[in-house]
T-cell receptor
Framework: GNSVTQMEGPVTLSEEAFLTINCTYT??????LFWYVQYPGEGLQLLLK?????DKGSNKGFEATYRKETTSFHLEKGSVQVSDSAVYFC?????????????FGKGTLLTVNP | NAGVTQTPKFRVLKTGQSMTLLCAQD?????MYWYRQDPGMGLRLIHY???????AKGEVPDGYNVSRLKKQNFLLGLESAAPSQTSVYFC??????????????FGPGTRLTVT
């Protein structure tokens, strides 16, 4: 079956530091990959996505590249801000019979201090 | 557009009580979902619906029932609440997935505590 493993947090950084949150996956076929973000007290929002190998998703300064050879989709940002403090979820959906389903990682809490 | 809304935002129940959580979306989405979020567990799918009048079980359906009588609404019921159902519940909706590439839109969540 499908599964997503992401680095456990919490992650605490100072403002302007570099961020990496690791995500690896197991899936059959050719999944699409997503990063969702959950700000305090809110629901999840799509941050970025990639649909095929070597695609790079980007949004709000965040980037992630779909690496099929390493089954990874690591989230990066060059200079984090206090406003980036949130929980980040890696997820995948599969083009197979259950393509409506998202499989989520457990989430990584990021805290950015001024 | 309000997007996806959930009612109520917070609720405290005693063991054995029942309640219904309401989810509404105004995006004319066909698919709707109920998830629960627990610390260290990520999001787990409880039930989902692929259209008005249809429902199906997700990963963790036991102790919950759902109904989709109208396209825009998806109700989650707890018939006899248990402390293990203490969680944050999220509703989501999406268009019909024509490929694996689609976005689910989430509501703000309902925090439920069962004592």
């Amino acid at each position: 079956g499908n599964s997503v493993t992401q680095m456990e947090g919490p992650v605490t950084l100072s403002e302007e530091a570099f961020l990496t949150i690791n995500c690896t996956y197991t899936a059959t076929g050719y999944p699409s990959l997503f990063w969702y973000v959950q700000y305090p007290g809110e629901g999840l929002q799509l941050l970025l996505k990639a649909t095929k190998a070597d695609d790079k998703g980007s949004n709000k300064g965040f980037e992630a590249t779909y690496r099929k050879e390493t089954t990874s989709f690591h989230l990066e940002k060059g200079s984090v801000q206090v406003s980036d403090s949130a929980v980040y979820f890696c997820a995948l959906s599969n083009s197979g019979g259950s393509n409506y389903k998202l499989t989520f990682g457990k989430g990584t809490l990021l805290t950015v201090n001024p | 557009n309000a997007g996806v809304t959930q009612t109520p935002k917070f609720r405290v129940l005693k063991t054995g009580q029942s309640m219904t959580l309401l989810c509404a979306q105004d995006m004319n989405h066909e698919y709707m979902y109920w998830y629960r979020q627990d610390p260290g567990m990520g999001l787990r799918l409880i039930h989902y619906s692929v259209g008005e009048g249809t429902t199906a079980k997700g990963e963790v359906p036991d102790g919950y029932n759902v109904s989709r009588l109208k396209k825009q609404n998806f109700l989650l019921g707890l018939e006899s609440a248990a402390p293990s159902q203490t969680s944050v519940y999220f509703c989501a909706s999406s268009r019909v997935p024509s490929s694996a590439v689609y976005e689910q839109y989430f509501g703000p969540g309902t925090r439920l505590t069962v004592t």
